[in-house]
């Protein structure tokens, strides 16, 4: 991750899309959410939804995973070209999640974070804090979730 | 779940404990958050957690999983007593999750679940919305995370 001073309002990070499977959308589930129309293809089509979806925590996580890869990459090529990497996180939470549509077996989601706001920590001086919303768009065009939530990110240091 | 009618503001549903394994902790860190802190013992111990630590999202996910169980125990044992079993979700979202404290190794996590507000749904009449105040609270009496939610739940039907 770039330093707090070097990120600004507006930047966006492209993380990347994930196409959901009928096999990890029922793996998930029934381990976290096993309700019926995440679960079982023939009760699903029996649903509201018409068929199986992923449960909305699993198109969750699929952004946190989507970001920690992000970084790592973004950390690998800021040391390839000898640039120092901040330290970033932890996150303290989020907020206004909404899981707008389903997402159904073979739904590609694009998700992208951007920087919505950008200020020193009271309680970590040495910290900022950046405000992100995230946002997962299907493969027609329709967002499926967004959410915002706020991360620490390391500061240059002192002005030399 | 009982009918929109029979809920109130303050009812709470305790929904039961859970103990983060090591072996869990890593599991779904290694698929959904591979930082450091969530997956390598040694890794965690250098880092400013000096443990292994749940991933947020894994405390979170626990939360659904013990919430379905218990919405099926609830519905079991009112069809058992003959009594009709109403319809509830989907949920539409979340808003101002908190991760208070880490979650550690061995670590056991209370979750309970309260009625804030109910009002009838303007999109779906014929249901009702029901927003949640969700907390876990460690061995130690220490929250670990607190968030709210809203979901649908079916109203009785008209009134005879």
Known sequence: MKYFEDIRVGDTFPLGRHTFTADEIKS????FDPQHFHIDESAAGRS????LIASGWHTAVVWMRLMVDYRRRMAESMRARGEPVAGVGPALGFRALKWLRPVYVGDTVDYRTEVIATRISDSRPRSGLLSYRSTGVNQNGEMVITFE???????RGEPP
Chains 1, 2 share one sequence.
Not at 28 to 31: G, S, Y
Not at 48 to 51: A, L, M, N
């Open 28 to 31: 998930f589930a029934r381990r």
């Open 48 to 51: 509201h939804f018409g068929g």
């Open 149 to 155: 939530s706020t991360t620490f990110v390391e500061r």
